[in-house]
């Protein structure tokens, strides 16, 4: 089978590599008809994000595909279409993920739509629910919500949790975007005071992905027992934060991240996915939100689109 693999100049290879094989008695072998782009095969690329032990080393949290191997007793046939949860592997031709790391599509869905929905939309749902527990008419604040999991964060909290949202963008076009997808307020991150913005909506739950200096000032605005979820740090790995407020205001500050995750942990994360947030996609209530479709062959443009920034919402590959 052929693979999209990376060389030591950090180049794409479309190239030959082992077939895939199930090796445990719960696992899944998939003909990959899409896959998506995620922050952190930019990443893994730049040589400073490795994927999990166990897992191969081309790029790809998340695909869509066809069920070409599966066990005699398990939840899924052969010729079912399934989008999947990986630790990585996603950019190839095949692959091989553990039963509870699939997902039947939502009904009306087509892959190049479904392969988007694995790694964001269960990231948001772990942060939201799990890590966030986040309740009914809270205020909730991510920080980037034109991107994929900007788009994920924003619908489950208004649709699904029934929270306020107020999201941070890049430009006043992304903020019309957020609005129309469900966004009460927003802030443009290179005209508007942050700060200020969180002072008069406090957020209960906050999603960060970008860190830097301003963190410890938007923590600063939390009301009493809000809770900061930091996935990574775009903007730089420090901040100043007065750690009095931790305790005055019963504040968390917690570090999370999916894909270091057990594979078992992520299967109850998925199961709760699909029994909360799958009928909403089947009614279309709300939908996976593709900036753009890409042959595997592209897979340079669809890198270099989300180093732009230009994204809103999801970037896919297909592979045929």
């Not at 790809?60 to 949860?85: H, I, Q, S, Y």
């Not at 992304?174 to 909506?201: H, M, P, Q, W, Y």
């Not at 906050?206 to 930091?230: E, F, H, N, Q």
Request: glycine share 10%; net charge negative.
């Amino acid at each position: 089978m052929k693979a999209m693999c990376i060389d030591e100049q950090k180049n794409f290879a479309w190239q030959e590599v082992p077939d895939t094989v199930c090796h445990g008695e719960f696992d899944v072998r998939l003909k990959v008809e899409a896959c998506a782009i995620n922050r952190a095969d930019l990443m893994q690329r730049a040589g400073i994000y490795s994927p999990p032990e166990g897992w191969p080393l081309w790029p790809g949290l998340e695909c869509a595909g066809v069920v070409l191997e599966c066990p005699r007793n398990g939840r899924f046939k052969t010729g079912d279409r399934v989008c999947a949860l990986l630790g990585g592997g996603g950019y190839a031709e095949q692959v091989v993920v553990p039963e509870g790391m699939c997902m039947l599509l939502p009904k009306g869905f087509e892959p190049w739509e479904a392969a988007g929905i694995p790694e964001v939309y269960a990231t948001a749902y772990l942060n939201l629910k799990i890590v966030g527990e986040i309740k009914k008419d809270e205020t909730f604040f991510i920080n980037g919500g034109e991107g994929g999991l900007g788009v994920a964060t924003i619908q489950l909290a208004k649709y699904v949790f029934g929270a306020k949202v107020v999201a941070q963008v890049g430009s006043d076009a992304n903020g019309e975007f957020c609005k129309s997808i469900g966004a009460d307020v927003v802030s443009n991150r290179f005209k508007d005071d942050l700060v200020k913005t969180l002072t008069e909506n406090p957020p209960n739950v906050a999603i960060d992905p970008v860190g830097g200096p301003l963190m410890g000032k938007c923590i600063a605005t939390m009301p009493y027992r809000g809770r900061w979820i930091s996935l990574a740090s775009m903007a730089g790995p420090e901040t100043t934060l007065d750690v009095n407020l931790l305790w005055r205001k019963n504040l968390r500050v917690i570090g999370s991240t999916l894909r270091s995750r057990t594979s078992e942990e992520k299967s109850q994360i998925l199961a709760g996915l699909v029994e909360d947030v799958w009928p909403a996609f089947e009614s279309r209530k709300f939908a996976p939100f593709v900036h753009k479709v890409l042959p595997i062959s592209e897979v340079s443009e669809a890198h270099a689109i989300l180093e732009r920034g230009e994204n809103r919402g999801k970037v896919v590959l297909t592979i045929s």
